[in-house]
């Protein structure tokens, strides 16, 4: 059989999980049922056999002493009415003594026999009732026949109450544990139906949807804050996305539109040596357009977690090696540049990712300090255990309500227009953070400038 | 320089064999992946410039195939994919350097230029020598006219590599990525810093410079 042909209601969770409910409950129910009935009805049965052996037993003493003797024993009994009936006959076949007439089954030959019969008895009012009997027939030693037997009547009817009510309770279990078993999955298959549905208007354009959690911290509230998790991811990955396309056509206009000028000058030009010049700067203008996209498509592929190779790596020796790169060029500018080194601090990292995500921060603090200033590159382990990488300048800074927006793609602060750059290198080194499930904070160094210069740290966490 | 390069894109071939003619090298240009190998294997070829993106048999695959074949001319590979991810695939498929979309006509010169000279010197070499400038790679010194001069590892490196490729333009990106393994550009003009630390140490008691700057392209060691 193939689920695919199966109706709509037995493909659910819900009729399965509830089926399964009461397979399992009428599994336990059966056992527990039948271990009743065998501790009751069965135990009376057994009881009965039991009194039959020992009045027999008694009998047959009583016949050791002669026949008379036990014709004087089975007339006494069948006096007194008790529990069991009684047929004696003689070696002829006639009745002796006892309460019952006749044999219900033959004699057998010098053996016992166990028989169950029915048999007529007329009410008080007459009216004839079938009931059923059990006993045992004996042939005696010395000729005739004897038959006790008693009425399972009694017994009967409560084996047929206990097997009705084991039944009756094994369809009521077999409703019940049916809709429990619904109610119970419902619940379950809702809350799968809730992420269906917000998945289902995720897709359809509505970003902003997110999965309910009830704060039950059960499993489906863990699945609801993860898809939410991711969800937010996404938005931001789509307005990041989205507001980057802007800046691209707002960031390109302005270059392309100064090459198409130049193009033009260059096409006027009166001598090959200003044509030249033209051709040389619209060359460097190109080169400024691709570099930028290369870093777009980069910054691309590191949010989307589509590059870097992580493993343990020892951060401190990424730190020597840019310490050791920077340290030349900030001199040439007249930077002070300090670097305490550590021995190791170790990070589950890509050591490409990191070296430029710092490097983009060292390309920075030695652009925007005035000569004279000084760069610090270091690293420690935080209480908390994380490890920051930070490059603290004494520049101008960021004023606290621009640090947020200072992350951001293509964003180029009012200060810094003039100065040659993307605009990407502080949301690249964001990126980079994040990749490695970091953050990147901007701060202040606390030094005298306006806002005390900049300090940029990348605080990852600890391998 | 006898260079064979594969590039379907009618243009950029066009280009590949403008820049590297005027540098004075023969160059065979051929337009997709199956005749590009039939070619590679016939002719004795000194290095192979391949894009990565080939109509049928792709880049990578046509350099494996050359490799399994014995071919064994050094290839560069051209692509607009520069991740550190895409470079390692062209390395395992067999290419020597790797080179990334847009380029400058210079950095293409000089990166085949380089990969020539890598062949010529397959035999590892102890000692390196260009015009007075001794170099023990064991001893890990450095001499120039007999003069000892102290370098620090990584200006020794540097030095190294501009020995190893004397007499070529060495542009920025190529040090970048042969001596410190970086592959990303920093807007500091970090490489000139340590270029001219370097000059100063190998150059500045002597009368005839070594180290020269190459305007718009890089740097060339020379004697």
């Not at chain 1, 397979?23 to 009743?36: D, N, P, R, T, V």
Request: glycine share 10%; charged share 25%.
């Amino acid at each position: 059989m193939k689920i695919g042909r199966l109706p709509a209601l037995v493909r659910t969770t819900t009729f399965r999980l509830a089926l399964l409910h009461a397979s399992i409950f009428i599994l336990f129910s059966a056992s527990l049922l039948a271990y009743l009935y065998y501790e009751t009805a069965g135990h009376l049965g057994r009881q009965a056999q039991a009194e039959l052996n020992a009045e027999f037993q008694e009998l047959s003493a009583a016949y050791r002493g002669g026949f008379d003797r036990l014709n004087q024993a089975v007339s006494e009994r069948s006096g007194a009415r008790g529990k069991f009936f009684y047929l004696l006959e003689d070696g002829a076949g006639q009745k002796v003594a006892g309460d019952f007439d006749f044999l219900p089954a033959a004699a057998p030959e010098g053996q016992v026999v166990d028989v169950a019969f029915d048999y007529d008895v007329r009410d008080a009012r007459g009216n004839p009732l079938r009931r059923s009997a059990a006993g045992r027939i004996s042939r005696l030693s010395g000729g005739g026949v004897l038959m006790v037997a008693y009425d399972v009547g009694q017994l009967g009817e409560i084996n047929r109450q206990i097997t009705e009510v084991v039944w009756r309770s094994a369809l009521v279990g077999f409703v019940l544990s049916l809709i429990g078993g619904v109610v119970i999955s419902r619940s379950a298959a809702q809350r799968a139906e809730e992420l269906a549905r917000t998945a289902e208007e995720v897709m359809a354009g509505d970003l902003t949807r997110r999965a309910p959690v009830r704060g039950s911290g059960d499993e489906f509230d863990r699945l609801s804050e993860q898809i939410n998790a991711m969800l937010i991811k996404l938005e931001r990955l789509v307005i990041a996305s989205r507001s980057a396309g802007d800046s691209i056509a707002h960031d390109l206009r302005s270059p392309l539109t100064r090459l198409r000028n130049r193009l033009e000058a260059g096409l006027r030009a009166s001598g090959p040596e200003t044509s030249r010049a033209a051709l040389e700067e619209t060359i460097a203008d190109v080169d400024g357009v691709l570099e930028m996209f290369n870093t777009v498509l980069r910054l691309s592929r590191v949010q989307a977690g589509a590059t870097g190779s992580f493993r343990r790596t020892n951060v401190a020796g990424i730190t020597d090696e840019l310490a050791e790169l920077y340290e030349p060029a900030c001199e040439e500018k007249h930077l002070t540049f300090t670097y305490a080194p550590e021995a190791e601090l170790y990070v589950q990292a890509d050591r490409g990712l990191i070296a430029q995500a710092l490097s983009n921060l060292l390309d920075n603090a030695v652009k925007y300090t005035p000569e004279g200033g000084g760069v610090r590159l270091s690293l420690r382990r935080l209480p908390g255990g994380e490890v920051e990488l930070s490059v603290c300048d004494t520049g101008p800074g960021i004023a606290p309500e621009d640090r947020e927006r200072a992350v951001e793609r293509f964003v180029r602060l009012e200060e810094s227009r003039s100065e040659p750059g993307s605009g990407l290198g502080l949301s690249l080194a964001s990126a980079v953070a994040e990749a490695h499930r970091g953050r990147l904070v901007l701060d202040s160094a606390d030094g005298p400038g306006p806002h005390g210069g900049l300090a940029a740290r990348l605080i990852l966490p600890a391998a | 320089m006898k260079v064979i390069v594969i590039e379907d894109d009618a243009s950029a071939a066009a280009f590949v064999r403008q820049v590297l003619g005027d540098a004075g090298h023969a160059v065979d240009v051929c337009g997709d992946g199956e005749s590009g190998l039939r070619q590679a294997r016939a002719g004795e070829y000194d290095a192979m410039v391949v894009d990565r993106m080939l109509p049928g048999m792709d880049g990578l695959q046509l350099l494996k195939r050359y490799r399994e074949a014995g071919g064994r001319a050094p290839a560069l590979f051209l692509s607009a994919l520069g991740e550190v991810d895409h470079r390692v695939e062209g390395l395992q498929a067999g290419g020597d350097d790797y080179l990334v979309k847009p380029y400058a006509p210079s950095e293409l010169v000089a990166r085949v230029e380089a990969l020539g000279r890598r062949r010529a010197g397959d035999v590892p070499a102890t000692r390196l020598s260009v015009g007075g400038l001794d170099m023990d790679l064991l001893a890990r010194t450095v001499h120039r006219d007999g003069q000892k001069i102290d370098l620090q590892p990584r200006e020794f490196r540097l030095l190294e590599f501009l020995m190893r490729h004397a007499g070529q333009v060495v542009t920025r990106t190529m040090l970048l990525e042969k001596v410190w393994d970086y592959h990303f550009d920093p807007q500091t003009n970090v490489i000139d810093v340590h270029i001219s630390r370097l000059r100063s140490k190998i150059d500045k008691d002597f009368e005839r410079p070594l180290l020269h700057t190459v305007r718009g392209a890089g740097y060339r060691l020379e004697a």
